[in-house]
């Protein structure tokens, strides 16, 4: 295998945002991460105090999300959303951009937005994580003008997705790929080493969580964290390869 259990569980951003979990479910996914070990949990802002209780005198640093899911709130509300999870304990901000402005061109204010939020965050000792919602994106050109503008207000992550932009379709049906190989290889490489890339959306086997490794993410939002983990559990123990790849933007999170 080309990574160590170590290696994948340290990249993983366990997701507790389902809108249908409650307290128990929310305590029982901190108590999970704690299991697998992973890079940290990223949680509905509600929780958040209760999580870094759980996760106290651990190395499992507690996150969540701002502006979530569709990044609509104005400034002054995700800059106060982003002090409000500070300060009860979270040292990992997810914000999503204002979709609608970037669509738009409005260039000068999705910068202010990322800075204000980063400058907050930065503010109390958290890292920042930009999500840009690539299925909401129409063109390669959009996604590396956020990716310049990240790198210029020093954000500490571009984020692919939220997991929950679903696309309506001429037929009335919604559809998701969440992160892509082309996306993510677009992103680091629109990005200096000092900013590093997250998938999230998509990457629900052990394949396609490696396979994003592989592209440079350093980051992965999962749900499926279980199901990777033992997965690979079950290959090294049959002594298995690690030959196949996996599939990027089949949806979910």
């Known amino acids: 295998m080309r990574y160590t259990f170590e290696q994948l569980a340290k990249s993983i951003d366990h997701s507790l945002l389902q809108p249908t979990m409650t307290d128990t479910d929310l305590e029982a996914g901190c108590q999970q991460a704690l299991e697998y070990g992973v890079a940290s949990i990223c949680i509905k802002p509600y929780y958040v105090r209760r999580a870094a209780e759980i996760l106290a005198g651990t190395d499992i640093p507690v996150g969540t999300v701002i502006g979530f899911p569709h990044g609509g709130s104005t400034t002054q509300v995700k800059r106060y959303e982003t002090q409000v999870a500070c300060e009860d304990g979270a040292t990992e901000i997810d914000m999503v951009i204002n979709i609608g402005k970037a669509l738009s061109g409005d260039w000068e204010y999705v910068e202010q937005d990322i800075r204000e939020v980063t400058e907050e965050a930065h503010k109390h000792g958290a890292i920042v994580k930009v999500i840009f919602e690539n299925d909401f994106?129409?063109?390669?050109?959009?996604?590396i003008r956020l990716c310049q503008i990240c790198e210029s207000v020093n954000a500490d992550f571009v984020k692919t997705s939220t997991g929950y932009g679903f696309v309506k379709g001429v037929d009335g049906k919604y559809s998701y790929k969440g992160a892509t190989e082309h996306d993510l290889a677009l992103m680091r490489a629109n990005c200096s080493p000092k900013v590093q890339v997250k998938a999230a959306g998509g990457v629900r086997d052990l394949d396609a969580l490696m396979r994003a490794k592989d592209l440079g993410a350093t980051r992965?939002?999962?749900?499926?964290?279980?199901?990777?983990?033992?997965?690979y559990r079950r290959r090294v123990a049959a002594g298995e390869t690690d030959e196949a790849q996996g599939e990027l933007g089949a949806g979910g999170y």
Not at 137 to 143: H, V, Y
Not at 220 to 231: D, K, V, Y
Request: hydrophobic share 55%.
């Open 137 to 143: 994106m129409p063109d390669d050109a959009i996604k």
């Open 220 to 231: 992965i939002g999962a749900t499926a964290t279980a199901i990777m983990l033992e997965e």
